[in-house]
């Protein structure tokens, strides 16, 4: 199993720019780097992914480091809304394709 | 609407009793995942599917454990004498199978043994 490693929870004010970190120092060429979020009581909703290069969507921006071991997930501005746990996954290009969730960064938007 | 459907939201049931959980994914998920998560863990992979083949199943997947995928589209889920350590959130994830493209999952159902 690829596996990541993040804070266990991080704390942001509200409208603020939030940068959530992620290591995965045995990541291999093919692996993709995924983020998905949880909100309470629901399943996990992606939010984001990228091989090499980083990426913006409308949900966040993924910054990958150019050694491709560490990766952040950047939340423009916080709302609490985005107050959920935050998961950092490889994805293998050439397996199944299942994936292996970490715990998490819990993230808590301060008001 | 997420476009992943689970059906029960939540279940109680008495230990040694089985219970069956279904999934609904959209049409163009032809890969279908399950997904085990108790509190304060993430998810678990069980198993999952690429059409109607079950291709890869974890080890947490006991013997107690069946899933099917009849014709490529719902998924069900069966739990066979369930015991108390089954009692989690059970998540159902459809994908197109390719890792350009994130999964969809769906709310999942909650288990409760007592």
């Known amino acids: 199993d690829a596996k990541t490693t993040q804070p266990n929870s991080m704390e942001s004010n509200e409208e603020e720019p939030v940068h959530l970190p992620c290591n995965h120092s045995t990541i291999s060429g093919t692996d993709y780097i995924h983020w998905y979020r949880q909100l309470p009581s629901q399943g996990p909703e992606y939010v984001i992914h990228?091989?090499?290069s980083n990426v913006n969507n409308r949900m966040a921006s993924l910054a990958i480091a150019e050694d491709r071991k560490s990766s952040t997930l950047i939340l423009h501005r916080a709302t609490l809304r985005d107050a959920a746990v935050y998961y950092c996954?490889?994805?293998?290009?050439?397996?199944?394709?299942?994936?292996?969730f970490g715990t998490g960064t819990s993230l808590t938007v301060i008001p | 609407d997420t476009g992943v459907s689970q059906d029960p939201r939540h279940k109680i049931t008495k230990r040694g009793q089985n219970v069956t959980f279904r999934c609904d994914p959209i049409?163009?998920?032809?890969?279908l995942y399950w997904y085990r998560q108790t509190l304060g863990q993430g998810p678990e992979f069980l198993t999952y599917f690429q059409n109607e083949a079950q291709l890869e199943k974890s080890r947490l997947l006991s013997d107690r454990f069946s899933a099917e995928r009849p014709k490529g589209s719902f998924s069900t889920l069966e739990i066979q004498r369930t015991e108390q350590g089954d009692s989690a959130m059970y998540l159902c994830a459809g994908g197109r199978g390719r890792e350009t493209y994130g999964y969809t999952f769906g709310s999942g159902t909650r288990l409760t043994v007592v």
């Open positions: 990228g091989l090499t």
């Open positions: 049409s163009e998920h032809n890969r």
């Open positions: 996954i490889l994805r293998a290009a050439n397996t199944g394709n299942q994936f292996y």
